[in-house]
């Protein structure tokens, strides 16, 4: 072995992974890094989770007194099947994706996930404009402010089918 003197080595270390984002713009935009991917996943979900949690805090508020003094039933209704369509589609799903797209390739041992564009692109169309975009594609009649729990009727107003 050499003992070679260590002083003189300089480290040229601009970026962790090549092509990482160097600004927050630049990091919540367009990016092929899994972890950058997995930390945009939870940042939205993050924002979800406060949505959530605003239709919680008005059904609770509902709550404390047994008249509806505070909503109206139809807006009680809505609020709480919003409030768990969103946690559970906006904020429980999406923030297991995330922590899967961050910790899934450091724990194999991989650089990247095999297809990275693909995996960023399902995040920016996929996550992002479906999660924007998904109270207004409800049908009119399977609005959350005229149903109770699920947004599907229930069984005994469907009519029966014979065969």
Known sequence: MVNAP??????????PHPGAPNNWKR?????TDHKVIGIQYITTAF?????GGLFAMV?????????????DRTVYNA???????VMLFLWTFPVL???ANYLVPLMIGARDMAFPRLNAIAFGWCRCLASFSWPASLPP??????AG??????????PAVHF
């Open 79 to 85: 609020m709480f099947t919003m409030h768990g369509t």
């Open 27 to 31: 990091f919540f935009s367009f990016s």
């Open 149 to 158: 729990g699920p947004t599907r009727r229930p069984a005994s107003k469907t």
């Open 141 to 146: 009649a399977a609005q959350p402010r005229a």
């Open 97 to 99: 994706a995330g922590l």
């Open 6 to 15: 260590t002083e003189s080595l300089v480290l040229d270390r601009q970026q």
């Open 47 to 51: 924002f979800f989770f406060l949505v």
């Open 59 to 71: 059904v609770r508020g509902e709550l404390i007194t047994p008249e509806a003094d505070l909503v």
